[in-house]
Every structure is written in C-alpha cells, then in structure tokens.
C-alpha cells in the first residue's frame, strides 16, 4: 500500500523536539525526509540514555524515518549545498528563528529561487 506522502521529499532544519517531530510524522507517512544537522549535530543527541555516544533515546525516536547529512550553513559551500538540495525538496521545515534564516542566506525569498514550488514551513 502506498502511503500518502510518498514521492514527498522534506529537507528538516529542525532541532530538539517540536520540529523533530513534527517531520517524523510526515517520514511516517511516506515522505522522503531529510534531517540537515550543523556540525556537532542535534543537542537532544545527548539526552537519555544511549548506548552509542550522540545517539540518544529522544534523538532516535524522533528521527527513526529520516536520511542525515551534516551541514555548516554558515560558509557559503554549506549554503549553496543546501540551495542545491532545495531543487529537488518539496518541503522545508525549519525551527530557527526567521531573522536566523534570512542571516544564513536562507529567507523564503532566497529559497523559493532555488524552487519557487517549495513549502517553507517555520515552527517557532
């Protein structure tokens, strides 16, 4: 059975756990997710207990339907990649603040030129 967002590809900015979660649903669902953490990863990595460093309980619940990369978004290579990834994304989901986003380079504006179809969803 084919599951509702299948085909959906979703590029996840998010961090601890609204966000998180919130895309979790959507891999659940058939989504192609992709969770895009900065160097040193999510913090909620360290919370509870684990049995591999940085691979927390909370962590992994919450990004068990996910793909990763890891991004510096503030040089811009790390930018650019991200623009490049948004020509194929459908969704981008991010929980960074709005005046954060527009400072890396990263306002729906600049987005939406990578790919003016992209759904810019901010939980904040």
Do not use: W
């Not at 684990?50 to 619940?61: E, Q």
């Not at 068990?64 to 990369?69: A, E, L, T």
């Amino acid at each position: 059975m084919t599951k509702p967002l299948t085909g959906i590809r979703v590029l996840d900015l998010t961090t601890v756990l609204m966000g998180p979660y919130a895309s979790q649903v959507l891999g659940g669902m058939g989504a192609d997710v992709i969770k895009v953490e900065m160097p040193g990863g999510d913090p909620v990595r360290g919370i509870g207990p684990m049995k591999n460093p940085a691979m927390g309980a909370i962590f992994l619940h919450v990004n068990h339907s996910k793909r990763s990369i890891v991004l510096d978004l503030k040089p811009a290579a790390g930018r650019d990649a991200l623009l490049t990834l948004c020509k194929s994304a459908d969704v981008v989901v991010y929980n960074i603040r709005p005046q954060a986003m527009a400072r890396l380079g990263l306002s729906y504006a600049e987005v939406s030129k990578a790919n003016p179809r992209i759904i810019f969803t901010g939980l904040v």
